[in-house]
């Protein structure tokens, strides 16, 4: 827990939320003792399949009773929900345009692998295709809301001298942890006492995101491959000269200039609000229904 | 979170890894990450399998076909010859990509942009482009477009 706190900038909010967690184990307490199934003896999300014949068996009924299933199946579980936090209405296109998302770097210094996002190459300085971008956006940020709503750790990394300040602050004030340093070689996997049972060894992070994947002008992050080694699930915003392929979900865009950065810090900032607002919301609302039935 | 399961992280995707792990029972699964379910439901558009950069040649240089269209616009023609030929600013300026994309409801003094859309509204199918040209610098010559 000290490591964590001196390796990451963690504002007061997450370094009392880990503290206040530290007694029990915070992964079994997040993802399945979610309160709304404490009650019930169901599986916590039913498989796919499970799903589908489900939805099945509701079409073939009454019209009014499939509209009820259909409300509160979206009120217990987010996961059935195609955009439960309302993230996709947080950026448009225009937005994108006026941020100069869509530059990349010169034709010279493109990665292969980055040439199913661009929409050509104007001039000799290519150009994201911006429907991409907003595709592969909307999923990263459901993805980071839905992280959030379910408690995870997130580590915002960058590496650079002229945006560090800013993902700082935006880690601050969203209650998460920030890596704007040189990376210590071998930080999330040279651990020598199992992350799970939490005695004094480090916390891995849930999920990280990485608003720049490069380390200096040349090299890429050395946190990529940790987190891929590790397991640990990465949004990444990948710029027209690096390598995407180990982020599980690339966002296609701009990673240098001020615009962009400002853009992007303020999106994540609202998704992992977003998605801490229903958690709260949620349990405030099953607390009152506990103390009515108390009550009665 | 895993001590189990293989570190090679150019095997498979995170995803592919921890699936199996829990198929063959190695991992319980309440001790899944906590990203698993969330990723089942939402996967992304493609699976984050690692791919290797392209191999250099001998020189250190980029073998890989340059395949990507280039973005051309009709204009182009006008925006060049003005540009190279009558405009005050120094022939740089051709490189400047922000300069062709530059918002209309900002204000800036790219004469350029001013002249090409001048050309635009001139535009009609019986004259030609050259004309179109000359007519376009006519209308301009009382003005100073530097301005």
């Not at chain 1, 929409?119 to 956006?137: E, K, M, P």
Request: glycine share 4%; net charge positive; proline share 4%.
């Amino acid at each position: 827990m000290k490591r964590i706190s001196t390796l990451c900038s963690c504002s007061a909010y997450a370094s009392a939320f880990i503290q206040s967690t530290n007694s029990f184990s915070l992964r079994t307490l997040t993802s399945h003792q979610m309160f709304y199934f404490k009650s019930s003896m169901k599986p916590l999300f039913p498989s796919s399949k499970t799903q589908q014949s489900f939805l099945r068996t509701v079409q073939s009924e009454p019209k009014i009773q499939v509209a009820t299933l259909q409300k509160n199946t979206e009120r217990e579980n987010p996961l059935l929900h195609s955009d439960f936090f309302g993230v996709k209405s947080l950026v448009t296109i225009e937005d994108l345009y006026k941020a100069r998302v869509h530059f990349g770097h010169t034709k010279g210094c493109r990665n292969e692998l980055m040439k199913p996002y661009l929409f050509g190459c104007r001039l000799g300085t290519d150009i994201f295709d911006l429907d991409v971008t907003l595709q592969h956006l909307h999923r990263a940020l459901n993805f980071l809301a839905h992280m959030a709503f379910r408690k995870a750790i997130i580590l915002f990394i960058m590496k650079s001298h002229q945006h560090g300040h800013a993902v700082e602050k935006l880690a601050q004030e969203c209650g998460e942890f920030a890596h704007t340093r040189a990376w210590g070689h071998g930080t999330f996997t040279n651990n020598k006492i199992n992350p799970r049972e939490l005695k004094g060894g480090i916390k891995l992070p849930d999920l990280c995101v990485f608003l720049s994947l490069q380390d200096t002008v040349q090299d890429r992050h050395l946190a990529i491959d940790e987190c891929a080694k590790v397991g640990i699930a990465t949004i990444g915003i990948c710029d027209s000269n690096v390598n995407p392929s180990i982020i599980t979900y690339p966002v296609p865009a701009n990673d240098d200039s001020l615009q962009s950065i400002e853009l992007f810090c303020s999106l994540f900032k609202k998704a992992v609000l977003l998605g801490k607002e229903k958690r709260l919301d949620i349990e405030n609302s099953s607390q009152s229904v506990k103390t009515a039935d108390s009550t009665e | 979170m895993s001590t189990v399961g293989i570190r090679l992280h150019r095997s498979g995707s995170i995803y592919s890894r921890i699936r199996d792990l829990l198929k063959t029972d190695v991992i319980e699964r309440d001790n899944r990450p906590l990203w698993y379910d969330v990723y089942e439901a939402f996967p992304p558009i493609r699976e984050p399998v690692y791919v290797p950069d392209m191999k250099l040649d001998e020189f250190g240089l980029s073998i890989a076909k340059d395949d990507v269209r280039p973005i051309l616009y009709e204009e182009d023609w006008v925006r060049a010859t003005y540009s190279l030929h009558y405009s005050k600013v120094s022939h740089n300026n051709l490189k400047d990509v922000t300069s062709m994309f530059i918002d209309k409801k900002y204000p800036c003094v790219c004469s350029t942009l001013k002249f090409v859309e001048q050309y635009q509204e001139f535009k009609n199918k019986d004259s030609s482009k050259e004309e179109i040209f000359a007519k376009t610098l006519d209308y301009f010559g009382k003005i100073d477009l530097q301005k």
